[in-house]
């Protein structure tokens, strides 16, 4: 059993913020020797730094071999806390940054393409007026789960993605904090010229042998129409393309030879720019929400927060789109 800490004479006085630097870099690392030539100091400086934090936690941070060293339980605890204080202060950073001049600053957001296209872009170029100087950093991301780990890691403020389960049945449900910005279901598209526009109504079991474009196997749009076919006693449409690539289904619907599946607020988008129109064909109704995930009990700085408040007054207005479309 470890003996209790006593807080302000093993800790508050002796710990130095350098020192949680050095463990965090060791366990990136993985190894005394390259943490130190990474930190620019001798391998026994590092060696004697993580020592005195064992003797004042009283706990083992890693387990030492000559391949290196790997974290233990109280390490890997230890490291999360780390990276939340190294996180805070970062955050404390930019809150003065924007606080001392409120059209600067740094966002960093994850998101997939589709969303992208049909949301982050109208939010940011809105944003990008009202704060000039700001840099929005956004990183690609695929989403078949909401397993987040640049959000967890912090290098993300927020992501915004399609969730393909409901948004309390995740697995990361007590560490993220998930908002549904809207639903947006899927509705089965072709070019103006494909044949099948003609029909005023549609049976799932007519497009079997229709070339579909779906996305990869294993992705959400792909399970569902998968599904759809599999709930009908069907055997599973003819797939000639798998791909995420929102635009270049587009391009191929344009042809007039192929039907794909796409997001309601994807299709308007496109509709816009290429001669697509949505086939009376009913899939399986499911909720498909848009989702803004943030890490729970993470302080989100002012600029971060802004940028929340526009991306659902966005989001409204592609979810009133959305209904004017299907009515």
């Given at each position: 059993?470890?003996?209790?800490?006593?807080?302000?004479?093993?800790?508050?006085?002796?710990?130095?913020?350098?020192?949680l630097y050095?463990f965090?870099?060791?366990a990136?690392?993985?190894?005394?020797?390259?943490?130190?030539?990474?930190?620019g100091?001798s391998?026994?400086?590092?060696?004697?730094?993580?020592a005195?934090?064992e003797?004042?936690?009283?706990?083992?941070?890693?387990?030492?071999?000559r391949?290196?060293?790997?974290l233990?339980?109280y390490?890997?605890?230890?490291?999360?806390?780390?990276?939340?204080a190294?996180?805070?202060?970062?955050?404390?950073?930019?809150d003065?940054e924007?606080?001392?001049?409120?059209?600067?600053?740094e966002?960093?957001?994850?998101?997939?393409?589709?969303?992208?296209?049909a949301?982050?872009?109208?939010?940011?170029?809105?944003?990008?007026?009202?704060?000039?100087?700001?840099?929005i950093s956004?990183?690609?991301?695929t989403?078949?789960n909401?397993?987040?780990?640049?959000?967890?890691?912090?290098?993300?403020?927020?992501?915004?993605?399609?969730s393909?389960?409901p948004?309390?049945?995740?697995s990361?449900g007590?560490?993220?904090?998930?908002?549904c910005?809207?639903?947006?279901?899927?509705?089965?598209?072709?070019g103006?010229?494909?044949?099948?526009?003609r029909?005023?109504?549609?049976?799932l079991?007519?497009?079997?042998?229709e070339?579909?474009?779906?996305?990869?196997?294993?992705?959400?749009?792909?399970?569902?129409v998968?599904?759809?076919?599999?709930?009908?006693g069907l055997?599973?449409?003819?797939?000639?393309?798998?791909?995420?690539?929102?635009?270049?289904?587009?391009?191929m619907?344009?042809?007039?030879r192929?039907i794909?599946p796409?997001p309601?607020?994807?299709?308007?988008?496109?509709?816009?720019?290429?001669?697509?129109?949505?086939?009376?064909?009913?899939?399986?109704?499911?909720?498909?929400?848009?989702?803004?995930?943030?890490l729970?009990n993470?302080t989100?700085?002012?600029?971060v927060?802004?940028?929340i408040?526009?991306t659902?007054?966005?989001?409204?207005?592609?979810?009133?789109?959305?209904?004017?479309?299907?009515?």
């Open positions: 059993m470890l003996r209790k800490i006593d807080w302000d004479s093993q800790i508050g006085r002796r710990f130095r913020l350098r020192d050095v965090a870099t060791v990136q690392r993985g190894n005394m020797a390259k943490a130190a030539a990474e930190l100091v391998q026994p400086t590092v060696s004697e730094t993580v005195d934090l003797h004042a936690l009283g706990a083992r941070l890693f387990d030492r071999s391949q290196g060293v790997a233990t339980v390490g890997e605890a230890f490291l999360r806390r780390t990276r939340a190294f996180d805070e202060l970062r955050q404390g950073i930019r003065i924007f606080l001392s001049d409120a059209t600067a600053g966002l960093r957001l994850g998101c997939p393409e589709s969303v992208a296209s949301l982050i872009s109208p939010v940011v170029q809105q944003f990008a007026r009202q704060h000039p100087r700001v840099s956004i990183f690609h991301l989403t078949p909401l397993d987040l780990p640049l959000l967890h890691d912090r290098t993300l403020d927020l992501a915004i993605v399609r393909p389960v948004l309390a049945v995740h990361q007590e560490q993220l904090q998930a908002e910005l809207f639903d947006d279901p899927l509705i089965v598209a072709a103006t010229r494909n044949r099948w526009t029909h005023r109504r549609i049976d079991a007519d497009l079997i042998d070339p579909w474009i779906l996305t990869p196997p294993g992705a959400a749009i792909y399970n569902h998968i599904e759809a076919f599999r709930a009908r055997p599973p449409p003819s797939v000639i393309m798998g791909t995420q690539l929102a635009g270049l289904r587009g391009d619907l344009a042809s007039g192929y794909a796409l309601r607020s994807i299709f308007n988008l496109y509709a816009k720019q290429f001669p697509l129109k949505a086939l009376a064909v009913d899939l399986p109704v499911r909720p498909w929400p848009v989702a803004l995930v943030t729970k993470r989100l700085s002012p600029l927060e802004r940028f408040e526009s659902r007054r966005i989001a409204k207005s592609v979810a009133r789109d959305g209904k004017r479309a299907r009515s």
